[in-house]
């Protein structure tokens, strides 16, 4: 893992004129349950080869959150207008960034021209960025778990590094029974609660021609499926060319379920949704994910087995 992971730092400390990249952290979300997991991340991304600048401060949680919704906005400002930063890169998820939209300056990010990164709730900030500004951002990792578990995953961590310092971006997933497919499109979406909590809102993009990526935790399988219904009701994916699920984990069945699993769901959506749907996709909540440029032009082909999704023309360090 070591020796992947340092490949990838040596490319990445050889662009933009041969400094290290400048990671900032924000908490626009929840708070580090673990303040020494923070410092154990920093100290991981340093031993990548990184410089990090903590714009969070343990002692500010506010209730739930990271800080005060002020205090949270403050961060995303402090970070997108730091002239030296790079990647700006979301503490953790849970919730907390619904309440910052109206109040953020999508545009003032946007020109910012950092590369925003997380996934969970901050797809909330995602999707209000593409909606807002057509801005592209990153579904991958957070410092919280992906930079501070005590077995790193070589998957997850390889898989950023190579997305965020290339001018492409591939990846390859094992399936079964998935349709056969060759599209192209606006690869987007990400934590589909996040996503049917923003359907009627100025936040949601309307994406025309698009792949839809999403994943979510702690939701039982009936409950991922009247997400994707209000989706489908609210003439969302009327307008996609494929849907990719990615992993959905940590629910309980029960008896009352009666032979309702996540392949009966599955198989009801494939039935009555007006678009392919995938599964296999690695992004989501588990210890190994793949980085998603969200906004980029992507190409899916898929067979029964397998599917490559290629994604291109993102904003990078390399650029």
């Given at each position: ?5 340092n490949?990838?730092?040596r490319?990445l ?6 400094r290290?990249?400048?990671?900032a952290?924000?908490?626009p979300?929840?708070y ?10 920093i100290a991981?991304?340093?031993?990548q080869g990184?410089?990090?600048r903590n714009?969070?401060d343990?002692s500010r ?5 990271g800080?005060?919704d002020d ?8 970070a997108a207008q730091?002239p030296?930063v790079?990647i700006?890169?979301?503490l ?7 309440r ?11 020109a910012?021209g950092?590369?925003?990164?997380g ?12 909606a ?5 951002s990153?579904s991958?990792?957070?410092?919280c ?5 005590d ?6 961590l390889?898989?950023?590094?190579h997305?965020?310092t290339q ?5 390859t997933a ?13 690869l987007?979406?990400?934590n ?6 923003l359907v009627?809102?100025p936040?949601l ?7 839809l990526?999403v994943?979510?935790?702690n939701e039982h399988p ?7 219904l ?8 009327d307008?996609?060319?494929?849907i990719?699920?990615?992993d959905?984990?940590a629910?309980?069945?029960t008896?009352?379920d009666n032979?309702?699993?996540?392949a009966?769901?599955v198989?009801y ?8 749907v ?8 588990g210890?190994?994910k793949?980085?998603l440029?969200v906004?980029a032009?992507?190409t899916?082909r898929s067979?029964a087995?397998s599917?490559?999704l ?6 990078n360090?390399?650029?």
């Amino acid at each position: 893992m070591n020796a992947e992971l340092n490949l990838s730092i040596r490319k990445l400390t050889t662009v933009s004129d041969d400094r290290q990249p400048v990671v900032a952290l924000v908490s626009p979300s929840g708070y580090a349950v673990n303040p020494d997991a923070v410092e154990r991340g920093i100290a991981t991304l340093q031993a990548q080869g990184c410089q990090v600048r903590n714009f969070t401060d343990s002692s500010r949680k506010f209730q739930r959150f990271g800080a005060t919704d002020d205090e949270r906005v403050a961060q995303l400002y402090a970070a997108a207008q730091d002239p030296e930063v790079d990647i700006v890169l979301a503490l953790r998820g849970g919730y907390g960034l619904t309440r910052l939209l109206p109040s953020l300056d999508f545009k003032m990010l946007a020109a910012s021209g950092k590369l925003f990164v997380g996934h969970s709730d901050f797809t909330a900030l995602q999707m209000g960025l593409l909606a807002q500004t057509g801005a592209i951002s990153f579904s991958g990792p957070m410092l919280c778990d992906d930079f501070v578990r005590d077995e790193l995953s070589a998957y997850t961590l390889s898989n950023f590094w190579h997305c965020i310092t290339q001018k492409e971006h591939a990846l390859t997933a094992q399936t079964e029974g998935n349709p056969t497919l060759d599209v192209n499109g606006t690869l987007w979406g990400g934590n589909l609660a996040m996503l049917a909590h923003l359907v009627g809102s100025p936040y949601l993009p309307q994406v025309q021609g698009g792949i839809l990526f999403v994943e979510d935790v702690n939701e039982h399988p009936y409950r991922v499926e009247r997400m994707m219904l209000q989706l489908l009701h609210a003439g969302v994916l009327d307008h996609q060319k494929a849907i990719l699920l990615g992993d959905f984990s940590a629910y309980r069945l029960t008896d009352y379920d009666n032979g309702y699993d996540f392949a009966q769901m599955v198989a009801y959506l494939r039935e009555n949704l007006p678009v392919p749907v995938l599964t296999g996709l690695p992004f989501g909540h588990g210890r190994d994910k793949a980085t998603l440029v969200v906004g980029a032009q992507a190409t899916l082909r898929s067979q029964a087995d397998s599917f490559t999704l290629t994604m291109q023309g993102y904003p990078n360090l390399a650029r």
